[in-house]
């Protein structure tokens, strides 16, 4: 009982602590690949907190036609060295290599749950009319348009309801079922 009075709380900040600075750094990714406005008041504190460390990273790996490779290879190191933490709270050991495999199927997860709020919050928002020149608005709405307006082409509004919300999110929760799985068997991870 003493062990699990202890190894729970840490869990919990290991998992939350990593969380947001890794979904930060996601964040930050998804923005540029958005072509986001980084001079959004949002935008500059997901850069500054995100910052310090992509800096140097930088040095080292460069971006492809206009992306920031650094940030995702970062999300992808901090990704497993939370998943190491935590086998190794859970009696797994330790197991570098395989937490930097582990980190690939939960990186995606976390792109498609972004995603998924992000969609969500945006339809909640649209129900209460909030001003459109909201910096958070124009980043959801930057943030969710690549997938939202194909999603408008496939079905668009009817009687001026706009129904492409609910298909993208079928969509990327069908995608979370169908990819996650087999990614998990493939790369052996427990969580």
Request: glycine letters at 4%; proline letters at 9%; charged letters at 10%.
């Amino acid at each position: 009982m003493t062990e699990a009075y202890f190894t729970n709380p840490l869990i919990f900040l290991i998992k939350t602590l990593f969380g947001l600075y890794i979904t930060l750094v996601v964040i930050r990714f998804l923005l540029q690949w958005a072509r986001a406005d980084f001079y959004n008041p949002i935008s500059q504190f997901v850069v500054k907190l995100t910052s310090p460390v992509l800096r140097p990273l930088r040095k080292v790996i460069p971006g492809f036609r206009g992306l920031d490779i650094a940030s995702l290879v970062l999300a992808w190191l901090l990704q497993a060295l939370e998943l190491m933490l935590l086998a190794m709270l859970f009696g797994l050991g330790l197991r570098p290599l395989a937490a930097l495999a582990w980190a690939i199927p939960a990186l995606f997860g976390l792109v498609i749950s972004i995603f998924l709020f992000a969609i969500l919050i945006r339809v909640i928002l649209s129900w209460v009319s909030p001003d459109p020149y909201n910096p958070a608005i124009d980043l959801l709405n930057r943030l969710t348009d690549p997938i939202l307006v194909p999603a408008q082409r496939l079905l668009p509004p009817i009687s001026g309801i706009d129904l492409s919300p609910m298909v993208a999110m079928v969509g990327l929760v069908l995608l979370q079922m169908l990819l996650l799985p087999p990614l998990r068997a493939l790369t052996g991870s427990p969580f």
